[in-house]
């Protein structure tokens, strides 16, 4: 025989306790909050794209051409040209030898350097394409090597010129031997020319170098019946 349950006459009321409705209300929106932020986030990448995308589809348009003519140019033949990596300074180096410094947002002259003494002049010249190493023949046969480099410095304290110290990011100005800017992190940076350090040495040996002119047939195209 099963026991029988002795019945106290009281109905039982099973109730959700006030925590789990609570606690379902709090999933509830969390749940619908993240799925909301995530279709938000994949919109706003859409956007993104087509507003990146969207200037390739249309027209391409070229302003009007600016002359440069930097006072390092004057009274000079450039055999080479070049800039810094940060696009602040420029250079040139003539036929006679003598490297100009310049400022390529102005053209200002800022440095003249004669690399050969006197009376050395270059008859023939030679630049690395991916460097920035050069080589110089002269008409005795020859041969001096250096590099046109820059070096980068951050200026301190006193160092640094009075416009730029409450200047925002981006600005420029001149300095002493180079052009200074303020950084993103609001420090000057000094962009100069590197000294010589040794460099534009002659060679130690002494050759005599001459030029042959090689000429090419192209081979006969073989003809057909």
């Known amino acids: 025989m099963s026991e029988e349950i002795p019945s106290t006459g009281r109905n039982r009321r ?20 993240g799925g909301m932020g995530t ?12 507003w990146v995308a969207a200037p390739l589809f249309g027209g391409a348009t070229v302003g009007r051409p600016g002359d440069l003519g930097p006072a390092a140019l ?8 070049g800039a810094d990596e940060l696009g ?9 030898g003598d490297l100009a410094l ?8 800022l440095a003249r350097r004669k690399l050969f003494p ?3 002049r270059p008859t023939a010249w030679s630049f690395a394409p991916d460097s920035t190493s050069v080589a110089c023949g002269f008409q005795d046969g020859s041969v001096r ?19 730029l110290r409450t200047a925002k990011s ?36 002494r050759r005599r170098w001459t030029c042959s002119t090689i000429r090419s047939r192209p081979p006969a195209m073989p003809t057909g019946c």
Do not use: K
């Open 14 to 33: 099973r109730a959700t306790p006030r925590r789990v409705r609570a606690a379902e209300v709090v999933s509830r929106l969390c749940i619908t909050a």
């Open 39 to 50: 279709i938000a986030a994949v919109v706003m990448i859409l956007v993104f794209l087509v």
């Open 74 to 81: 004057v009274g000079s033949t450039p055999v080479a040209a």
């Open 88 to 96: 602040l300074l420029g250079w040139t180096l003539d036929a006679r």
């Open 102 to 109: 310049f400022t390529i947002a102005g053209g200002e002259r």
């Open 118 to 120: 006197a009376p050395l």
């Open 145 to 163: 090597v250096g590099r046109i480099a820059f070096t980068s410095r951050y200026l301190e304290g006193g160092e640094i010129p009075p416009a």
């Open 170 to 205: 981006g600005t420029v100005a001149l300095a002493s031997r180079g052009v200074a800017r303020v950084t993103p992190g609001h420090q000057v940076r000094l962009q100069e020319l590197a000294p010589p350090n040794g460099s534009w040495r002659a060679r130690p040996e």
